[in-house]
C-alpha cells in the first residue's frame, strides 16, 4: 500500500511541553506506525513547505482500559518531533496556539 503524506501524518501533539519546544522550532505530531523517518521528514515538508532538520520518534504502547467487565486496549501510537533548520520558516498550523 502506498501512503500519501496525509496518511503519514495523523494529528499535532498540543501540549504545553510541546508548545514549548516551538520556540527551538521543534514540532510534535502523532503518525503512522508504519512510518520511518524518511517518509515522515518528506511528509512533514511537502504539507507544510518547511524545511526539516532533524525528525526523532518514539513508539508508545496503548493503555489498557476496562469498562465494567469488559477489558480493552488503546491502539498502540508513534510520536514524531520534528526539528525545523534555522532558515526554514514556521509552520503556520501552530501560529495562534501559545
Known sequence: MKYTNYDIIRRPVITEKSMGAMN???Y???VDIRANKSMIKRAIEDVFGVTV???NTSRYKGKKKRVGVHIGKRPDYKKAI???TEESKTIEFFEGIQ
Open 82 to 84: 520534528v526539528k525545523l
Open 53 to 55: 532538520e532533524t525528525v
Open 24 to 26: 527551538e522550532k521543534k
Open 28 to 30: 510534535t505530531f502523532i
